[in-house]
């Protein structure tokens, strides 16, 4: 393409230079052209993906979204001809001669996306109906299928770059050399690798249990190599890395099948101690989820300084806690209204200072009123 821009009057570098930013600048422009229409074969497959997956599913990570990606890159491999004959390439002959590898190595990309997908969705499908039922641990299955999903990336990535015409040898030599230079400037990551590693063969917690992980709360949802996912109660999804998963204290509170339930109760001074004792010991006891309810202990836990407090400890189903804490709260509240026990708690009492007049203070002048 040539703009046929009359140069008369021009600098003779200006004028000398003048091919060279034309053709260049409009490469440059193409190049970005089809950066653009590349994008937007992107947004259109994420547009048409996010309106068939169902809401209730997680969209970043699935089929449509590596789709996505792959299209940009098959329009950018489709449209490079554009720029490349405007720059002076035979673009002709090099369609001829890497065509079929570039088509080939991008058929091998989407065929491992799709399988590498169905394979993972195929392994934690097999693990939930296994743990249904079974009671397997369908942890390792999650880790597995994460795995496996990286593991076939990695291979066909591989096989498109042979395809591409990079010789077997030299490729080896090339990915050991950027597997070293990744591996030191992502030492962390191989940290959260080799500490997935040993989640996923110790399993301090599996898929469902609701623990406590690097201070966060929330009920395990998902484990891969690198993450670990919980759900809070609110629904909110947090992401963990595995080094500090395996590397901070971790509390698993669903990991035995019962737990204890630990209440305080205050009662006045003025109210009687083994009256209050019996109710909590009642009510608790009365409650058809508490379990070895010869077990459950009621005390005097200490003596503060409005209050004597009382101590409950009883034990009950790991997933009935929350309900059974807000039913016997509530029912020894109750109680003890219905006794004419009183549960302190703290009064404020305002009090207004007016000092006092002198008796040798001068009395006000008199005012004049009209």
Request: charged share 20%; hydrophobic share 50%.
């Amino acid at each position: 393409m040539n703009l046929n821009i009359d140069t008369t009057g021009w600098p003779a570098w200006a004028a000398a230079i003048e091919p060279f930013v034309e053709k260049w600048g409009i490469v440059l422009l193409s190049c970005v052209g089809v950066w653009i229409l590349a994008a937007l074969v992107r947004r259109l497959v994420l547009f048409t993906g996010k309106r068939l997956v169902s809401k209730d599913k997680e969209f970043e990570g699935s089929t449509w979204d590596l789709a996505a990606s792959v299209s940009r890159v098959f329009a950018l491999i489709l449209l490079s001809p554009i720029p490349l004959g405007l720059a002076g390439y035979d673009w002709e002959k090099i369609v001829e001669a890497r065509g079929p590898g570039a088509f080939a190595a991008g058929a091998i990309l989407v065929i491992a996306v799709i399988f590498a997908n169905g394979v993972a969705r195929s392994l934690r499908r097999f693990g939930q109906k296994a743990h249904r039922r079974a009671g397997a641990d369908d942890t390792l299955f999650a880790f597995a299928a994460s795995m496996f999903k990286y593991i076939i990336f990695a291979i066909a990535i591989v096989f498109a770059l042979t395809q591409l015409g990079f010789p077997t040898a030299s490729l080896a030599a090339l990915l050991g050399a950027a597997g070293l230079a990744i591996g030191l400037a992502l030492q962390d990551t191989l940290k959260a690798v080799a500490a997935g590693i040993m989640l996923a063969i110790f399993r301090p917690f599996r898929m469902g249990d609701w623990v406590t992980l690097a201070g966060i709360e929330g009920e395990v949802v998902d484990i891969t190599p690198f993450l670990t996912q919980l759900k809070q109660v609110d629904n909110k999804i947090v992401t963990v890395t595995n080094d500090k998963a395996w590397g901070e204290p971790l509390i698993n509170y669903t990991r035995l099948t019962r737990r204890r339930l630990d209440l305080y109760f205050d009662i006045s001074y003025d109210d009687n101690m083994d009256t209050a004792l019996e109710i909590v010991r009642e009510v608790a006891n009365a409650n058809p989820r508490i379990l070895s309810k010869e077990d459950t202990w009621v005390g005097i836990h200490a003596l503060s300084t409005s209050s004597v407090v009382i101590r409950l400890r009883a034990y009950v189903p790991t997933p009935d806690f929350v309900d059974v804490r807000s039913e016997v709260t509530k029912g020894i509240k109750e109680a003890f209204d219905a006794a004419g026990i009183t549960i302190p708690f703290p009064h404020q009492v305002n009090v207004a200072y007016r000092p006092k007049a002198r008796p040798d203070a001068p009395s006000p002048p008199p005012q004049d009123h009209d």
